[in-house]
């Protein structure tokens, strides 16, 4: 059995922090990501384009005859589509003439639904920042629609303001835009896995009360394909309104928080993924965890007694609300509340040892430690500390209750 290393902070070669002063609209929060992670070292592998449709169950209207005649002039007298400011009416090409003008965008009718659709598409997609085209046939019964994509991938075309007729017309919600990261790759001496994640802001299902900006969702891909996917949120459900996000960063690793307790129901405002480093003198392995919602800012040992965790080790990746293999950062064992000092009062640091199963009920095993982290043995404030000139964030504090041992856990960011 190897011996272990020794108890110091091991630390990345490069590492940052971002502060979202700004959560609303949720791109700041994700062109946050994207400037900070490729710069401590992962890689951009995939741009997101945001998508949605309007559904047309019962068609859409037509002309008996398209070709292009005179008439009167006609303007936007009714909204039949909208993106942002920007108006979508519709005219007879044979006996009328369309007159488009700011913000109004007129649109000749056909002999067929789809045709009609077609120009509709054709007229979003000059007119405003989304490809358009036209899906399906008509039935019966009806699955036609009008696909919007952003022309630009990333963040920053999610969730404009889109509606429709409501006679014809149903729409969706353009989201799902964002980035795909890859975590720094193994090298000889640095020692952890690799892993995915695609940062992009979406409505969740069957919740359309997330005023217009949706959540944010972190889908990560672990292990040969593996899959987890978390969700935090910009605009509360039930807690006070999120003020700002801190997130810091290596290359195997990310934080992101508000601050808060995080534990106000069905709302998430925390979030740790990592790979640790794995000791050269260590057998080799997978080991890549996440830590949801709720479980960070009040704990120390991840049981998930209030939200969820992804472990994986050697295996696919496992989510659960777990009993058992659950990650847990070793510290000095002193139970209780009363802290572990030294004789003049000081608390004791050392690197930020973690132990993790494959499941809910695997023995852990002591797999190496997280990169830029340390663990105290008493409470750290929110602002976190300051040693030997490095600054480190606060992360979550477990007061010692229930048999457990009080510490506090802090990742550097200078």
Not at 271 to 296: E, K, W
Not at 378 to 392: A, E, M
Request: with cysteine; hydrophobic share 40%.
């Amino acid at each position: 059995m190897p011996a272990l290393e020794d108890f110091s902070v091991h630390f990345a070669s490069s590492r940052g922090m971002r502060v979202v002063n700004d959560v609303i609209p949720s791109r700041n929060v994700i062109d946050a990501f994207y400037d900070l992670l490729p710069a401590v070292g992962w890689s951009v592998i995939q741009s997101i384009a945001p998508s949605g449709t309007i559904q047309y169950p019962l068609g859409f209207p037509t002309v008996p005859d398209a070709t292009p005649g005179s008439g009167p002039n006609v303007t936007c007298s009714k909204m039949w589509v909208q993106v942002n400011s920007t108006v979508f009416s519709i005219y007879n090409p044979h006996n009328e003439t369309g007159v488009s003008g700011p913000n109004c965008v007129m649109v000749p009718l056909d002999t067929t639904p789809g045709a009609s659709l077609g120009n509709m598409a054709s007229a979003i997609q000059g007119n405003t920042q989304y490809n358009c085209s036209v899906f399906g046939s008509i039935g019966p019964p009806s699955t036609l629609a009008l696909v919007l994509t952003g022309k630009v991938a990333g963040a920053d075309l999610n969730f404009p303001g889109l509606q429709a007729d409501g006679s014809f017309g149903i729409a969706g919600v353009v989201d799902g835009g964002g980035y795909e990261f890859q975590s720094l790759a193994q090298t000889d001496g640095l020692n952890s896995a690799q892993y995915k994640v695609k940062i992009t802001a979406k409505y969740p299902p069957l919740v359309f009360n997330v005023a217009n900006d949706g959540r944010l969702f972190f889908d990560f891909t672990i292990f040969s394909g593996g899959a987890a996917e978390y969700a935090l949120d910009v605009i509360p459900f039930t807690g006070p309104p999120i003020q700002q996000y801190t997130i810091v960063a290596n290359g195997y690793q990310f934080w992101i928080g508000d601050g808060s307790p995080d534990n106000y129901p069905i709302e998430g405002r925390s979030l740790f993924a990592s790979a640790p480093y794995i000791p050269t003198d260590y057998q080799g392995a997978f080991a890549v965890f996440v830590v949801g919602p709720h479980v960070l800012p009040s704990a120390t040992q991840y049981t998930a007694t209030f939200g969820a965790i992804t472990t994986s080790l050697d295996a696919p990746p496992a989510t659960y609300n777990n009993s058992g293999g659950f990650p847990r950062l070793m510290q000095f064992r002193s139970p209780g509340t009363i802290p572990l000092l030294t004789p003049d009062g000081k608390p004791l640091l050392q690197g930020a040892l973690v132990m993790m199963g494959k499941n809910a009920t695997d023995t852990p095993s002591i797999v190496g430690k997280i990169w830029d982290g340390i663990v105290s043995t008493d409470q750290v404030g929110p602002l976190g500390l300051i040693l030997n000139g490095q600054k480190y964030q606060f992360v979550g504090f477990q007061p010692g209750a229930s048999g457990q041992s009080r510490s506090s856990f802090l990742l550097r960011f200078t």
